[in-house]
């Protein structure tokens, strides 16, 4: 099993609540990742592929929490954010992604741990 299935799982066996809570934080991490794009001091990106890249990511991660509210979403569209985020060829990219899924993930357990979920 690759580390994307694996970690496709891991979303899937979350409660709604908390598949939400980590797409967000997940979101938000992703932006924290698109400013590795970006050329330090200046409006210049570095790897405008990358930052394009991001944000189709995002986008997903933006469309699965809005179906996870609204209660449309789908087991393979949820298991298949992992993929678009940890199925990376370029390595500072890989990198990247892997940072922010788990940062993210860590955020959801420690909000889990602690019981500040909001019901």
Same mark, same amino acid.
């Not at 469309?63 to 609204?70: D, R």
């Not at 954010?81 to 992604?97: F, G, P």
């Given at each position: 099993?690759? %580390?994307? =299935? ?11 609540? +908390?598949? #939400?809570?980590?797409? $967000? ?18 409006? %210049?990106? =570095? ?11 995002? +986008?997903? #991660?933006?469309?699965? $929490? ?54």
């Amino acid at each position: 099993m690759t %580390e994307s =299935e694996t970690q496709g799982e891991w979303l899937e066996s979350l409660p709604s609540i +908390h598949q #939400v809570i980590f797409l $967000t934080a997940l979101g938000h991490c992703l932006t924290v990742a698109g400013r590795d794009s970006y050329i330090p001091e200046s409006e %210049e990106l =570095e790897h405008p592929t990358h930052l394009r890249q991001i944000n189709e990511i995002q +986008h997903r #991660v933006a469309a699965c $929490t809005y179906e996870l509210l609204v209660n449309d979403s789908t087991e393979s569209f949820r298991r298949s954010i992992a993929h678009w985020v940890l199925d990376q060829c370029d390595q500072r990219m890989l990198e990247n992604m892997q940072w922010a899924w788990q940062t993210a993930k860590e955020r959801v357990l420690k909000a889990i741990q602690q019981g500040t979920v909001l019901q």
